[in-house]
């Protein structure tokens, strides 16, 4: 078969090498399945910058909310210079920090929360993990309402562990059975509160979640996944 067609060029706001890894090789095999085409994996065209991460959480955790958005507006700027024709940012907290680039950049932003339910179309009530800063940014509470689900949070405490189970372990890339097992408590409480579904809407989730759906009996939604099959479906098929 011939090469892979493409209409437009992905621009990836990378966050992480592991969760980089996750959304390159799922965009690259979703791109070469609904293409049909033979031959390396690497077929899909996409530009990456990959942001100081650790430095975007400093700024988050001291409250320079406009330096971290100043990061992901310059990531942005390069990624549109470079040829990209829409974005796709790899992260919740780092989505709910895009205000400044929109301003600067004329080039769309793939929804991560969108990507969910176009990707996995989640069964309701739908539960969500993710980071706080992602949870108060309503980046999925918005998707929620203009699909007409109930969307339910973890408790105050349990999101407060689940946070430091996110940014003391899992964003290193190497998670404890302790780390895991916060996190599958947290998936518990919120099937216990009716969740029909679960949305994993922090992307280092990814890194864990056949083991959080082992534990579950709920169906889970890996964000990271369903948003780079969306980006590999736009870029083949555009924004239609």
């Known amino acids: 078969m011939g090469a892979l067609a493409q209409r437009l060029v992905p621009g990836i706001v990378g966050i992480s090498t592991y969760v980089d890894f996750v959304y390159q090789r799922e965009m690259q095999e979703a791109a070469v399945a609904a293409a049909g085409t033979k031959g390396a994996i690497n077929q899909l065209r996409t530009v990456t910058a990959t942001l100081d991460f650790s430095l975007l959480i400093a700024n988050l955790q001291a409250g320079r909310r406009q330096a971290a958005e100043e990061q992901v507006a310059v990531a942005c700027q ?6 990209s024709d829409f974005m796709v940012v790899t ?9 400044l680039a929109r301003q600067r950049i004329s080039a769309p932003f793939l929804d991560l929360a969108e990507a969910c339910w176009k990707q996995a179309k989640p069964i309701a009530p739908v539960g969500l993990l993710c980071t706080r800063y992602a949870a108060a940014g309503g980046l999925f509470q918005r998707a929620a309402a203009r699909h007409g689900i109930p969307l339910l949070l973890p408790a105050a405490t349990t999101a407060e562990g689940v946070d430091r189970a996110i940014f003391d372990e899992l964003v290193l890339g190497q998670p404890s059975p302790a780390c895991i097992l916060v996190l599958a408590t947290a998936i518990k409480e919120l099937a216990a509160q009716g969740a029909a579904s679960i949305i994993l809407g922090n992307t280092d ?3 864990v979640t056949e083991e959080l759906q082992s534990a579950a009996t709920v169906p889970l939604i890996d964000a990271a996944r369903a948003h780079a099959r969306e980006a590999a479906r736009i870029a083949l098929a555009g924004w239609a």
């Open 205 to 207: 989730m990814s890194l």
């Open 91 to 99: 992260s919740g907290t780092t989505s709910t920090l895009t205000s």
């Open 78 to 83: 390069a990624l549109a210079a470079a040829g």
